[in-house]
């Protein structure tokens, strides 16, 4: 193990040990910093709220940017937390689960669920959670620094979840599992490397993954959106409905729909969504170049 990976290693081991409470405090402290620093998180945020929010005030995009660039600090902490402590203390910060009904009904009617869950709030205590209502898969892609891998892995199989790498052999797993009445997790607004195809977020074109719109068609399974809200005392765990459109045979149907049900996610927590992610990037005509400096 190099001197890199020992570090992010103890560094995530530390900052694991400490409470809920603590590793969101710390993050806050860190994601101010970084905001008073003016870094590229902050540059970054404030280039996609602008080009998603054309409309906003400038004073009110500002302070949601400041908002999210913490928000997103403190994410990195709490999953810190989340990844070390115990499955049972974990849920035992779930305050409540909104329309529940939406995912177990699926579940108990014994089709395939897909579940999309955006960047939003802390997706890790979600998909851990998913995977204790019964049999989940979902991709998984080993961090750059391999010292981290076996904790992330650990935790995200620690309530049960089947983990398969992002490639062919991945999307058949995917695939057996819908067919088998299994839940399937997928995170919806990622640049695809491949498999994509622009559709409007926000207004916007936006290189979108095909892969949820596939697994549809392929396998009839149902759909619906989720995410960890951050709350005062915990986290609400939030589900909500796809639109029928999503379901159509039509792709370019197909991905505006799962775009919008992302949108419509945002808008439950528009300062707890990661903005800094370079989402438009590639456009119809080749590289945007929106987020080169000046």
Not at 113 to 139: D, K, R
Not at 191 to 197: C, F, I, K, L, T
Not at 247 to 271: F, H, T, W
Request: proline content about 6%.
């Amino acid at each position: 193990m190099d001197i890199k990976g020992r570090l992010a290693l103890f560094t995530l081991k530390l900052v694991g040990r400490l409470p809920l409470r603590w590793s969101r405090r710390l993050g806050r402290v860190v994601g101010w910093l970084a905001v008073l620093v003016r870094g590229e998180t902050l540059r970054l945020t404030r280039i996609n709220l602008a080009r998603c929010y054309p409309a906003m005030e400038t004073g009110e995009r500002e302070r949601l940017a400041r908002q999210s660039v913490v928000h997103t600090a403190m994410t990195g902490f709490e999953v810190a937390t989340i990844w070390q402590q115990p499955w049972s203390r974990s849920e035992d910060q779930i305050v409540r689960v909104r329309n529940q009904q939406l995912l177990t009904d699926e579940v108990d009617d014994e089709r395939g669920v897909l579940v999309l869950i955006p960047h939003i709030g802390n997706w890790e205590i979600f998909g851990m959670y998913l995977a204790t209502l019964g049999p989940s898969t979902a991709m998984y892609a080993p961090p750059k620094l391999a010292a981290l891998d076996p904790v992330i892995r650990g935790a995200r199989e620690a309530t049960g979840a089947n983990l398969v790498p992002t490639d062919m052999r991945g999307v058949r797993a995917l695939l057996k599992a819908l067919k088998g009445g299994e839940i399937v997790m997928v995170l919806p607004d990622q640049e695809p490397d491949s498999g994509g195809d622009f559709a409007p977020f926000f207004g916007r074109p936006a290189l979108t993954m095909t892969l949820a719109h596939n697994l549809l068609q392929r396998t009839g399974c149902r759909c619906v959106f989720g995410f960890g809200k951050r709350v005062d005392d915990g986290f609400e765990l939030v589900l909500l409905p796809a639109e029928q459109a999503i379901y159509s045979d039509e792709q370019k149907v197909s991905l505006a729909a799962m775009n919008r049900g992302v949108e419509a996610c945002i808008g439950e927590a528009p300062e707890q969504y990661q903005w800094e992610y370079k989402r438009f990037r590639r456009q119809p005509e080749g590289k945007s170049g929106i987020y080169r400096r000046p």
